[in-house]
């Protein structure tokens, strides 16, 4: 049985004793040190200067600093900036400022796992990614709760880096969930297979296959969009809450002896098959190559294909029938019932 690591497992004081920069402030970097902040750290939030993300941390009540300077000032240095982002940030505002005994963090694998960052022989290098979006780990820890973690360690310059990256976990409320010790190499595997061929591209396509095989039958795309997309969520959440026995149980009899019967006629061998090659991309680092030359290159196939997908008329008809649903409007959650 694999070890779950909680609160007992971890020393905060680890990474509590001294500054802590968090470097950007989209999803992950706002929740990280907001709940770093409240867990008594030191923080420092490290942005460019005159953007948005000094602007919201600064209302957020966070201090803020140039990336080099917030760096310079901090023993330990979260990464949280966008993937392709790391490599110019880390050589020309992080490293110059790295001292012995630091700690570099991320919080997915991909920039050190292929090499696109290299920090020195010096310091920590240490990841631990929350198992959900930044929005989620901030709320699950102001209300007392925690989002599960991933935690490991690439480096161990110091003998501790283990220690800190649990800390770190738990000053996020990860231990509170549950934290699962990984390598870098499975959690950035695993991470890119997931959202390929699964939760992302798998999800996706199943959903769009659907709508368009009722709709190509002559069904109102209004009913197609209902059936295909708008209910996932309900399953999707009995799924998230109590795996296939709960699921089962929420259904109906009907709708169970259709999963069985029809669902391996549609996820079958042959899927399976595609999924063990995207899973070799990722493996062999040929996913990895690819998109780090579609970055140097302006992502003009990105923009292509991102452009063909938000053109589908699922999207149309999507969007029309939102406009209706009044629970999904602006502020529609914003008030206690």
């Not at 595997?189 to 709709?215: I, N, R, Y």
């Amino acid at each position: 049985m694999i070890k779950l690591y909680t609160e007992n497992d971890a020393d905060p004081s680890a990474v509590k004793s001294s500054p802590v920069a968090v470097i950007g402030y989209g999803s992950q970097g706002r929740a990280h040190a907001m709940n770093l902040q409240a867990s008594g750290c030191s923080v420092i939030v490290g942005v460019r200067e005159g953007g948005a993300g000094e602007k919201k941390a600064r209302e957020d009540g966070l201090e803020t600093a140039s990336v080099a300077d917030a760096a310079k000032q901090a023993k330990l240095i979260a990464i949280l900036t966008p993937d392709m982002t790391h490599e110019k940030v880390f050589q020309t505002e992080i490293a110059p400022h790295l001292d012995d005994g630091d700690a570099v963090l991320v919080a997915h694998g991909f920039t050190v796992l292929y090499g696109r960052i290299k920090p020195p022989k010096n310091v920590d290098v240490i990841l631990v990614a929350p198992k959900g979006p930044g929005d989620l780990v901030r709320r699950e820890y102001a209300r007392g709760r925690g989002v599960p973690c991933l935690f490991a360690v690439h480096q161990d310059a110091t003998g501790d880096a283990k220690e800190r990256a649990l800390a770190y976990a738990s000053l996020i409320g990860g231990t509170a969930a549950g934290a699962i010790e990984t390598t870098f190499k499975e959690e950035t595997e695993t991470d890119l297979f997931g959202e390929q061929a699964v939760l992302c591209g798998g999800a996706t396509e199943l959903v769009l296959a659907g709508f368009e095989t009722l709709t190509e039958a002559g069904y109102k795309p209004e009913v197609a969009y209902y059936e295909c997309l708008h209910e996932l969520k309900l399953i999707v959440d009995l799924l998230y809450e109590g795996g296939l026995a709960k699921m089962h149980e929420f259904i109906s009899e009907t709708a169970i002896y259709g999963d069985l019967v029809s669902g391996p006629r549609v996820i079958n061998d042959e899927t399976k098959a595609r999924m063990r090659e995207v899973l070799q991309d990722i493996q062999s680092g040929e996913f990895a190559r690819d998109w780090i030359l579609e970055n140097q290159a302006g992502k003009p196939r990105y923009q292509q294909m991102l452009d063909v997908d938000l053109d589908h008329p699922i999207e149309k008809t999507g969007k029309d029938l939102r406009a209706m649903m009044s629970w999904l409007q602006p502020g529609a959650n914003t008030k206690d019932d």
